[in-house]
């Protein structure tokens, strides 16, 4: 008989099974939650806290005015291995309050119980008013020293690395909503130069939907759920939105990138990013450039379709979140480059007739073309989400020298908006000593006291001129490197609340975008816009929506009118002569597959030998290999990520299928409704077909080998363009992994517009 206890049988069997698991594992696939594995039983012994998981970072120890203070960043966090109250006095139990007998009434005398009830009633900060969904990483900024003629900004020296914190996020959800949505996706950059925190606060589209920021209140108020019934959640397709952006037509452009399949991204890995607006660089001379802020991702840009997209609302919320963090857990850091559109600095501020100004206006790349000045590599998650994350606090004033602001209208508000709102938001006008912001420049700023103060001050006379501090803060000159206001010639002119003339071309450079897109592109923008305007309840929004196509392009209107049954109107103004930008379309290159995810169909009758030279390979790719089998744990020796009932289709880029697996005990569909999605008289589970014909449908690689191929022909795929057959898992793969670099096999589709 076993002299153990039950409980530690269990242990040991769970212990010795997850022994088993974790051998067959290397490498790991990424995304479990701690830095240890937990054992089954509770622990015993106390020890201090575990260290974070070895892909996480968090901000550098400065003080509150920016020194290092040389303690190593897990001083941030909890110490010591015994429980104590927030003052460090050790407890005995958090698990019982303090009552007058086992049955009587709680104590107001139970200070424990009050400090921890009270801190949890106030962990709640109010979330962001726009941007509040989001995920952020740290990384490091390295500049080519291309940008030195141009701007002074130390950070663009040659070779100089720089610490960043981007935060990536939706503009109208709130924050628990769901990554996948149709939106404009925020990629905000905080480099910590020795200059001086430099925000680079931008978006994955190049314009705006309004050009003056006291419109700001109106766009978002239409874009947000309607005010009586907090609905829809996260998305534009409402008749506030399209009541607003057809009665307004400056936003026609942006609208057209949100109904492109920029405004359902892959990844963020796989996003452009845009500073939007014109900024102003200085060098060493004086001399000024206006420039614009681009990012390129290092992987291309990639989307994904509407219908996985949704799909993935619903499977996945944290779709986008857990990819940026597995791909960084995996090594697979996401990289961009940083680049400028360097223009000259003319009393006009224009260039090839378009106004710099202007927010709603692009430059062509093929005018001006972008010019690498730098990498980002992010290759750390954050330790503690709200910590970083959530206090993180982006501002387009915080500009190092040698980077300036323009008279763009919409960017003049912003200079206002963004500390205004995180007063209220992080409570209090000291955020800035939060450790996620703090500088790591000296701060010496003569700002004092206020809620959370952080910094002791020595001194008594915070204010200039002084004498009683030996004059300490002293202003600094060019000689101590002192940011630079450029003094700007403003024309003489009068004070009025009005545009220039050149902001009422709304529609020349949406047309622009559409004659840019390749056909499987249109396709896509004519659903998009068929699906939005197909949930607005009011025809006369629809038409007035239709007419604003009109203006744009003839073939595009028409087709979203026949979408809705409606009438196709004629243009209002002339359709603008515009050479389209070829640039802009994501289709037609190639791009490394790196962090991608591999589904692998396997059951126990499969090859293990080539399913195990398969899995290595994906690794060895840098993929993520995700083996999906008939049931969850150990399938051969190998351990299965997914079932066929767990499993689905949109979390992969590319499918593999193994083996020919005969339908599982639960493939039924009362039980699974998926199990309902085929006949389950053929020789595979029905999920894995459904899994064989979303993927089809949604564009992406299939291969399969040996008695997979069966599976494929059941589905009635095999053959069809980007499906990859053969005797061979590693020749399959290798076919497969070459199709990936095209982002999708999007030949399967011809399209009905040119
Ligand atoms: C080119 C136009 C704009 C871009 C690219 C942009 C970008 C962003 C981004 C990326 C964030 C999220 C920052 C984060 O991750 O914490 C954000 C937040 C925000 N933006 Fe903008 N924005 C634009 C226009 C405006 C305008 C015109 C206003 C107001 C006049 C505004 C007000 C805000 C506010 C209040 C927040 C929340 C900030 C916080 O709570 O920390 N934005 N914006």
Redesign the pocket.
Known sequence: MDARSPAKVVKDAVESAAEKVTDALTPEVPGKPGSAPPTVAEPTTPQDPLPPKPEQGSPQTRTPTGARTGAPTTANGQQGAYLTTAQGARLRDTDHSLKAGPRGPTLLQDHHLREKITHFDHERIP??????R?A?AHGVFTAYGAAEAVTRAGFLRKGRATDVFV???T?LGSRGSADTVRD?????TKFYTDEGTFDL???NMP??F?QD?????DI?HAGKPHPDREIPQAQSAHDAFWDFVSLHTEAQHHTLWNMSDRGIPRSYRTMEG????TFRLVNEAGETVLAKFHWKPKLGVHSLVWEEAQMLAGIDPDFHRRDLYDAIEAGAFPEWELGLQVFPDTPEETFAGIDLLD?TKIVPEELAPVQLVGSLTLNRTPTNFFAE?EQ?????GHLPPGIDVTNDP??Q??L???V???LT??GGPNFAQIPINRPHAAVNDMLRDGFHQHAVHAGVAPYRPNSLDGGNPFPAGDAENAFLDVPVRVAEAPKIRANPVSFDDHFSQARLFWLSMSPVEREHIIRAYTFELGKCYHQEIKERQLQCLANVDPVLCAQVAAGLGLPAPQPTVPLADVTPSPVLSQVGRQWPADGRMVGIVVDPEADFDTVRDVRRAVFAADMVPLLIAPHGGLIGDLPAQRSFATGRSVELDALLIATAPAPAPDALPARDAKAGAAPATGPADPRVLLMVEECWRHAKAIGAWGPGVSVLEQAGVAGTPGVVTGDSGEDVFTGVHRLMADHRVWERFPASVG
């Open positions: 979330e962001r008013v726009v941007h509040a989001g952020g935060r990536f996020s503009v404009t996706r925020g990629f905000a606060v931008g978006n314009v705006f309004i920021a006291i419109k700001f209140p978002i845009f500073g939007v607006h927010p994350t993180v606090a982006f501002h387009v919409l960017l508000g912003r206002f908006s963004y205004d709102t995180q938001r992080l």
